[in-house]
């Protein structure tokens, strides 16, 4: 079972929401809406979760990502369609059952940390523990830990004004890990944070995840750091223009809107070895270095400098797959694949045989 | 031509009208509360007095040289030893002078007004910055309350009252509580809308984010606004005083009847020791409170 999954989800703002849903299922576009007081801020998604994964919803301002994120835990009710946290339909709940699915099932991470400033960093840690109705000393007790989970130990005692922007949010995050919840949601989490900390933070989210497995549902608005973390990514304006992987992004953009934000994109980090190379194309290959299919091309450039003979690609099973070459690296790096393409060939042609 | 017009509506049209009635409507409406809701005017009036009267004694049970040292100890206690010692030296003035009973009194009457109004003010603050339309209605009642002359509304209140220290009481708490409202609104409102939420993502209910998020973010501000009721309290006992509240009100009331400058003098310097003591105390305690401490570390 899908650990969420919305259906047919739409949510628009201003009076005459109904009406509007109505409209944009009969195929108005969106922009025809706001004429009419209405803001179309989530239209028609549907996509399922699984258990265990990271997935990450990108858009930028005004694309509903923040709506959709506050529909996943009931904070915002859906103007139609539905929404299901492990098969329970959030629309079907009475306020009482909501907050007991928050408290049990789903805890958040937010992009100005929202932490309470008067309390102390195992205070706030413990604050959902408090919620539960834990007793004192349990809920410190679980809250050390998850102090000790993002690192912050020696700081128990400390109010959030005394730590830096990349410790509030690890407060933030231990808040969240503390509750021991299956379901993740972060809202613009790292957002708020300077470039070297985001990147920290990416990483020690990937490692916590990789011991923790929960699963998280994390917007952003930056395509990097979507693409960095996300197992899936949802490109959003309002509708979801793409769903997929970060390489089917970057080499299957499905509209220009997706192909303009992959644009900007280091493009080395993202695509692997797989993803860049050529047919063997019956060579031998004995030969050749070799490569595993899942490293990125950015760590392929020193060995394919330092070798003669292009790099073999193989799987987990050591059997090939291709093989890369500087050429074939240079192609996949460079910007619009389809027009790259074409380009290539014309080459070929030209050249004498 | 202009002018025959305007003679004509005004001998035709405008005389004619009958006087405007609002105020014979108003007359008549308290004659009829008098008589009908008797009882529960003669309840509020024997809670008021017995609250009055119950703290005006206590004030007065020690002696004015260890009471100094009661009001120094709560200044130490909410602020430090500069305000204990301008308190102490402040009251020992006022132990001074022939009005030490009537200070006390005068400081029974702020409090009883201002912790009723408190207790009114807070729920209806709280239930303005929930609800729109609340807050909508309750605007304009609080501009009313503030603006409306205290003399006018203390004639009906004197009506339904009889003169005494009830009336002062009422008059008191209608004019002191509108700042007490409207901050709490607005603290309360101006919690930050994330840590709201947050409460609300991890499953708090309504009551809990309400009792353990919003009032204590917002306790600054609520303080802030309850220093200002103490102090629109303390700038009614002259008012109070004119309808019989006794206290220093009554002094001063009848000082300036005589022209006697030395009573209205130590009458009017017991009021400002008094303003200093409640202000300073207020402002002690609400530097005290955990998100105001938080506040300063930040900076």
Redesign the interface.
Known sequence: MPAIAVESLYKVFGKGAKGAVAQLRSGVPREALNSRNVTAAVIDHNWEIAPGEIFVVMGLSGSGKSTLIRMLNGLIKPTAGTIRIDGVDLGSLSPRELRRLRREKISMVFQHFALLPHRSVLENVAFGLEIKGLDKAARLERAREAVQLVGLEGHEDKLPAQLSGGMKQRVGLARALAADTEILLMDEAFSALDPLIRQEMQDQLLDLQSKLAKTIVFITHDLNEAMRIGDRIAVCDGEVKQLGTAEDLLLHPADDYVAEFTADVDRSRVLTAEAVMEPCGGTDTSEFPTVESGVPVNELYEPVLNSKAPLLVVDDNDDPLGVVTPRSIIKSLAHEPAADDERASDDEEALPA | MMQYIRDWLWTYVWKPLPDMPLGAWTDELIRWLRLAWAPLFDGVETFLESLYFALADALLWLPSGLMILVFAAIAFVAKGWRLAAVVGVGMFVVAWTPYWDNTMATLAMVVVATVLATVLAIPIGILASENRAASAVMRPVLDFMQTLPAFVYLLPVVMLFGVGETPGIIATIIFCMPPGVRLTELGLRQV?R??V?????????PA?TLL??KL??ALPTVMAGLNQVIMLALSMVVIAGMVGGGGLGEDIVSALGRVDIAKGFNAGIAVVILAIFLDRVMQGLADR???A???R??H
């Open positions: 930050d994330e840590v939420e947050a409460a609300q993502a991890f499953g708090s209910s809990r353990r998020v204590p973010l409170t955990p998100v401490k938080a506040a570390l930040a």
